[in-house]
């Protein structure tokens, strides 16, 4: 299986004040394409900032990190934001989707940026998508008007939508019930199965974690388990 | 991104009011004021001009240009002008400055000699007759239709009641017009005139007329009446000034509406610029969104504002005695400051927004 995503002696340290915060010391992992990855570990483990330096929010101290073949960690502010447009769908804890826009506008925007105005998703992708998340029928309700676990069904298909290198999502099931958390744990599964779509979830709830391929333990900024 | 930036400007109700109402205020304050200055100015010129005669004769102090009431000229200069070579006939105007009836500008009344004043301009009773003693006047058409009066109607001059006794045409110096011996005995000024009207043999000769009387006449005022369009902006005291100012002010309220109403805007949706910049948009894309929001608000406004210029100036021409003309330049000018004021104002807003961490933007509460 060709890797998607390559981390090699990763480390990020934080200046708070005067106290330097060591959140990664040294990650080494490697996914393949079509791997279902959860990362688990106790809030402050660094799971968060590794997500963030994978997805190019954050820009490490140190190491390397390859998404697809792009190398992140010598890239300008604005590389590393065209490495995401292009690359990586973010899905969240507290969906953070557009409040203003109903469903379809916040898909419609997502497609926007990621095809620079042009549309580049085929009807058919978008219809694939969307009976996968069972959302044909929401795409006119905005986000207040729909169940939590509809938005983050909407959140996962504004971040499959463009058909990504890699979905990274930040606790998707923190926010939910156990019912929601349950659906959309199985629309991850689904995604990962049928378009064979490489996900990187955390997590520190071990029954969420469970559901992928491969478990991924952290804590004080290093992996300590992975059973891939 | 187009239907982000229509949610947002309909999703925010309050914000988009007022940036709206704040342009519109930069662009009504261009519109009004320059419609009004030009108004003004050309509504005098077109009268000054339709008196008739090629040169006004004044002297220091008692100038045709300035709205006072100083009537210093001594109507026998008119025989001195008259045997003046080239000068055709005179008559001697005296001018008197009211304040408008609503309160707002001026109003000026006119004491004239009827026979040579008509010879001159041309001036004929289109209704009712000519005044007949000190408690009559005439007004022109315009002034007729303005202020909805018609023969045997009242009007204040002096602060106390006058009767319209005709109705004159064309437009020509002051719209309302009186016997000057009359207007000279209310402001106890006999014998004097505020200007007097030359008629020229040979228009040709205008200028050369002209030289001659100040040569006969030294130390007076000598006018060409082309040269009032001229003369009038120069009359009144830092004009292009006030007009610049009036620019320079609107720009700034445009601007720093806009800026205040995105920089809240933007505060406010922080984690919405995060939520753009986990979806891989640019800096150039979110200053985009955020300026194309702007010249939106900015558009609208723009368009609030001329129609409230125009209903303003439609309610100013009706209810006052000032007159307003609205030019395209202007108009243009008036627009461009909104738009650009706007989207100069959510530059800094814009720049901010695209400038933000995207980890802290995203966990903003």
């Given at each position: 299986m060709s890797a998607i995503l390559k981390i090699e002696n990763l480390t990020m340290t934080y200046r708070v004040g005067k106290v330097d915060v060591h959140a990664l010391r040294g990650v080494n992992l490697s996914v393949g394409r079509g791997e279902f990855v959860s990362i688990m570990g106790p809030s402050g483990c660094g799971k968060s900032t590794l997500l963030h330096v994978l997805g190019g929010l954050l820009k490490p101290t140190s190491g390397r990190v390859l998404i697809d073949g792009e190398d992140l960690t010598n890239m300008s502010d604005a590389d590393r934001t065209d490495v995401r447009r292009r690359k990586i769908g973010f899905v969240f804890q507290r969906f953070n989707?557009?409040?203003?826009?109903s469903a379809e506008g916040n898909l419609r925007l997502a497609e926007h940026i990621h095809g620079q105005g042009k549309k580049i998703i085929d009807d058919e992708t978008r219809r694939e998508v969307l009976k996968l998340l069972r959302l044909e029928n929401k795409m006119r309700h905005k986000p207040l008007e729909m169940s939590g676990g509809e938005q983050q069904r909407v959140a996962l298909a504004r971040a499959v939508i463009n058909r990504p290198a890699i979905i990274l999502a930040d606790e998707p099931t923190g926010n939910l019930d156990s019912e929601n958390s349950e659906v959309v744990l199985n629309m991850l599964k689904q995604l990962n199965r049928e378009l064979n779509q490489t996900i990187v979830m955390i997590t520190h709830n071990p029954e969420a974690a469970a559901v992928a391929s491969r478990m991924i333990e952290m804590r004080d900024g290093i992996i300590v388990k992975d059973n891939g | 991104m187009d239907s982000l930036i229509a949610s947002n400007i309909r999703q925010r109700p309050t914000r988009t009011l007022i940036s709206v109402a704040g342009i519109a205020l930069g662009v009504l304050l261009v519109v009004l004021n320059t419609g009004l200055v030009r108004g003004m100015l050309n509504d005098r010129i077109k009268r000054e001009r339709g008196i008739g005669a090629e040169i006004q004769f004044t002297r220091k102090g008692s100038s045709v240009l300035s709205p006072s009431s100083v009537?210093?000229?001594?109507?026998?200069y008119g025989d001195r002008l008259s045997q003046?070579?080239?000068?055709k006939m005179v008559s001697p105007v005296g001018r008197y400055v009211q304040t408008g009836r609503s309160g707002l500008g001026f109003e000026q009344v006119d004491g004239i000699d009827f026979e040579s004043y008509s010879a001159i301009s041309g001036l004929r009773i289109v209704e009712g007759r000519i005044y007949g003693n000190e408690n009559e006047v005439i007004i022109d058409e315009f002034k007729a239709r303005q202020s909805n009066l018609g023969i045997g109607s009242e009007i204040q001059v002096f602060g106390r009641k006058m009767k319209v006794a005709g109705i004159y045409a064309?437009?020509?110096?002051?719209r309302i017009k009186m016997n000057l011996t009359d207007l000279q005995n209310f402001l106890t000024?006999?014998?004097?005139?505020?200007f007097i009207m030359i008629k020229v043999d040979d228009p040709n000769q205008e200028q050369t007329v002209q030289k001659r009387i100040n040569n006969e006449l030294p130390g007076n005022i000598v006018l060409l009446t082309r040269d009032i369009a001229t003369g009038f902006g120069r009359a009144i005291p830092g004009i292009d000034t006030f007009v610049r100012a009036v620019l320079v002010l609107s720009t700034i309220v445009s601007m720093l509406v806009i800026l205040l109403a995105m920089y809240t805007t933007i505060t406010e949706r922080t984690r919405e610029i995060g939520i753009l910049k986990s979806l891989g948009a640019s800096n150039s894309y979110i200053i985009s969104v955020i300026e194309k929001e702007a010249i939106v608000i900015s558009l609208i406004g723009v368009i609030t504002g001329m129609a409230a210029a125009l209903l303003a100036g439609w309610g100013i021409e009706k209810g006052t005695t000032l007159q307003l003309e609205f030019h395209w330049t202007w108009l243009l000018t008036a627009a461009l400051i909104g738009l650009c004021g706007g989207a100069l104002g959510a530059l800094y807003p814009a720049i901010r927004a695209a400038n933000q961490d995207p980890v802290k933007a995203l966990s903003y509460e």
């Open positions: 989707l557009f409040p203003t826009l | 009537m210093s000229l001594d109507v026998r003046i070579q080239g000068v064309p437009e020509s110096g002051a000024a006999e014998n004097k005139c505020t």
